[in-house]
């Protein structure tokens, strides 16, 4: 991956459900979750490396490498063991609902941090998916490449609805800068695209996640239905008038069973001021050694 020369562009902000544009507010650093809440702090149940090499005119290429962990629990009886409304709730073996997410991170090298930008990479897995519903419902795993720090991402909270793990969209329900940063979105001027993520991306109301972010990506690039969902999905995640991660999003269908898989795709950004977003990933699983990289 490598970065790309920054569009001097102007940019403004996108007010979302009713709130006014911030100036990239201050979020409190009082007002936090508990760090443990972001996930376990290593990846080695999942056999994980990184690295990175670069050349004199700062182009990078940034690898991660892992394995499936077989521990991880996967649904047989999904209508029933993904369903968090069903009495009693499904418990799988590893003492979590099935419907939970799997969080785990590790921070990346110091010439990392200086070259990509990024701070830490949080391989989450997702047993019964998550919304939207028949979209991303299948199991899946979320490879957020984070450029801000755990700390930062313990104090990215909000007010969420009863029963909902989203923040509240609903107008004057925010009244936190923590929590109205997750609705301060950047766009180009003009045009009205999101800044910083590819053409075509689309955000929604109940796409904003505590403790991670926005989710943006492009719906018409979205399976069809979550059982024919074969291929990575690229996400964007905007906070407080920045971007504070981006990932592939991969079905676990992608990264085991007994054929090659690899996905390649070119990226190219909206109004981009963050010049270490990467112009292309790839994700290729091998099924003799079952890593993907």
């Not at 970065?3 to 007010?15: G, R, Y």
């Not at 609903?170 to 997750?182: E, H, I, M, R």
């Not at 399976?223 to 074969?230: D, K, L, Q, R, T």
Request: proline share 9%.
């Amino acid at each position: 991956m490598s970065p790309l020369q920054i569009s001097t562009l102007a940019i403004a902000s996108l007010a979302l459900a009713g709130y006014a544009p911030l100036a990239h507010a201050s979020i409190d650093m009082s007002n936090c979750a508990p760090i443990e809440s972001i996930g376990v702090s290593n990846l080695d149940r999942f056999d994980y490396s990184v690295d990175m090499d670069a050349n004199e005119s700062c182009e990078y290429t940034l690898q991660m490498k892992f394995k499936h962990d077989d521990t991880l629990p996967l649904p047989d009886n999904p209508g029933v063991q993904c369903d968090p409304t069903h009495s009693p709730t499904a418990i799988a073996s590893d003492g979590l609902p099935y419907f939970a997410a799997r969080w785990a991170y590790q921070t990346v090298p110091k010439h990392i941090k200086e070259a990509a930008g990024i701070d830490h990479i949080s391989i989450d897995f997702n047993p019964c998916g998550h919304p939207p519903v028949g979209v991303f419902t299948a199991p899946h795993y979320d490879f957020h490449f984070y450029k801000v720090d755990p700390e930062y991402r313990a104090c990215m909270t909000c007010e969420t609805p009863i029963g909902a793990p989203i923040c509240n969209p609903a107008p004057s329900a925010q009244t936190t800068s923590n929590g109205l940063g997750f609705f301060n979105v950047n766009t180009v001027l003009g045009s009205g695209a999101l800044s910083n993520m590819p053409a075509g991306f689309e955000i929604g109301m109940g796409d904003m996640i505590p403790l991670m972010g926005g989710h943006a990506w492009n719906f018409t690039n979205q399976p069809s239905n979550a059982s024919e969902w074969e291929d990575p999905v690229w996400v964007m995640g905007p906070y407080d008038g920045s971007i504070v991660y981006y990932e592939p999003m991969v079905p676990y269908s992608f990264v085991s069973g007994d054929a090659n898989k690899n996905h390649e795709e070119e990226l190219t950004y909206e109004g981009q001021t963050v010049k270490e977003l990467p112009t292309m990933y790839t994700v290729v699983y091998d099924a003799t050694s079952q890593f993907t990289t």
